[in-house]
């Protein structure tokens, strides 16, 4: 009988491939072929099917953008104590500490997710420190010490995006940067949003409709206008 996978970090190793990305020949991340089976053996690993898909297993457009704008312009970053909110697999966070970052912090909602960051980091020789925590849920502050806030691809669910565009809002109000990755996803806020950069990010078939997508770095232009 075949061995069952077991729930938990175990999965990010036998279920995808340590590879880099073309766009981010620096960076190696563990990283599944295709969603679907990838999903169907998180789901059978933890023994249930209502599990959130696996985000962590695949370097999204936005972070692969994101990631190839710290690492091209690395004092965007240099010295700064960093956070990298739906951190996903940790590439943005990677990126942050290859290019510099004086500290990086990851968060994720996603165990698994918490887990894969740790991985991805130490296949990579940096330090994240990998938090799982919903630090968007509620008013509250960016946490304390934050100099500079990146997020990519979290703007694909209307809920999840008013919740980072909030936090975003009280991060710039508290003087903390701001930076966005994102393919122009449908809740993306564009009038909040000043382009800096843009990529032709390849190798997304599995996860796009089209395999080379445009994808755009962002920073937030100022406070939202009164409705
Ligand atoms: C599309 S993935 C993007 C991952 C990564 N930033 C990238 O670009 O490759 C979205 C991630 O957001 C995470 N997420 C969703 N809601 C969240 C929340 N409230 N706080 C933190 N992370 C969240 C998911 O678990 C998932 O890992």
Do not use: K
Not at 39 to 50: H, P
Not at 87 to 114: E, F, M, N
């Amino acid at each position: 009988m075949a061995g069952r996978i077991q729930p938990g970090p175990e999965i990010i190793r036998t279920g995808t491939e340590l590879r880099s990305m073309p766009l981010l020949p620096e960076i190696r991340l563990h990283q599944a072929g295709d969603p679907i089976s990838m999903w169907q053996q998180t789901e059978q690993a933890a023994g249930r099917d209502v599990l959130d898909p696996p985000f962590w297993a695949f370097p999204w457009a936005g972070g692969q953008a994101l990631a190839r704008y710290l690492l091209d312009h690395p004092e965007a970053v240099r010295g700064r104590r960093v956070i990298d909110v739906a951190s996903g697999s940790g590439l943005v966070a990677i990126a942050a500490a290859r290019a510099g970052a004086g500290a990086v912090t990851a968060y994720d909602i996603d165990p698994l997710a918490v887990a894969a960051i740790g991985v991805n980091a130490a296949a990579n020789g940096v330090t994240v420190r990998a938090v799982g925590a919903d630090i968007l849920d509620g008013d509250g502050p960016p946490p304390p010490g934050a100099d500079l806030v990146l997020v990519a691809d979290a703007f694909y669910e209307r809920d999840l995006a008013g919740q980072v565009t909030a936090f975003l809002d009280r991060c710039q109000a508290r003087g903390t940067g701001v930076l966005v990755g994102d393919l122009g996803r449908r809740y993306l806020p564009y009038s909040r949003l000043t382009a800096l950069a843009s990529y032709d990010v390849p190798g997304l078939g599995a996860l796009e409709s089209r395999d080379v997508v445009r994808t755009t770095v962002w920073t937030l232009s100022g406070p939202s206008a009164p409705a």
